[in-house]
């Protein structure tokens, strides 16, 4: 059986030269206060709306096993959401990334969410499916 997308990111991030931090930002569509009626028909139609930041958490790659491993940690941290969005921080000198540095990348993600410059991150739905977002 051929690796899952998410298990192909844990294996990249563990076989790093410097230790990486994975950085993880759950959402969920929510519908913009300023959305016109087709938007809003569209989003109670399970489609569309903005994506709202929930919950983050940061991760070394051997804390890890899967998706599952994820799911069921985010289940009891926080609400429920609809896509992750994850990316990988290496470290230097053969140290992980320090607290602050993974504060301010996973801030970064956050800002980036709000605005839609999500092209640049892993996304996977509930599942652990890979979402692309902006077609060709």
């Known amino acids: 059986m051929a690796d899952s997308h998410f298990d192909q990111l844990l294996k990249a991030a563990a076989s790093q030269p410097e230790p990486q931090q994975l950085l993880f930002v759950f959402t969920s569509a929510e519908l913009p ?32 096993a899967g998706f599952s491993d994820l799911v069921a940690e985010a ?39 709000h605005v839609g410059g999500v092209g640049r991150y892993a996304a996977f739905d509930v599942n652990g499916d890979p979402i692309q977002f902006g077609g060709l």
């Open 33 to 64: 206060a300023d959305a016109t009626e087709a938007q809003r028909e569209r989003f109670l139609a399970g489609a569309g709306g903005a994506l709202a930041p929930l919950m983050c958490v940061d991760k070394a790659p051997s804390e890890l």
């Open 75 to 113: 289940k009891l941290a926080g609400p429920p959401w609809q896509i992750v969005f994850a990316a990988a921080l290496g470290g230097e000198d053969g140290k992980p990334p320090t607290q602050a540095q993974v504060e301010v990348a996973l801030q970064g993600m956050v800002d980036a969410i």
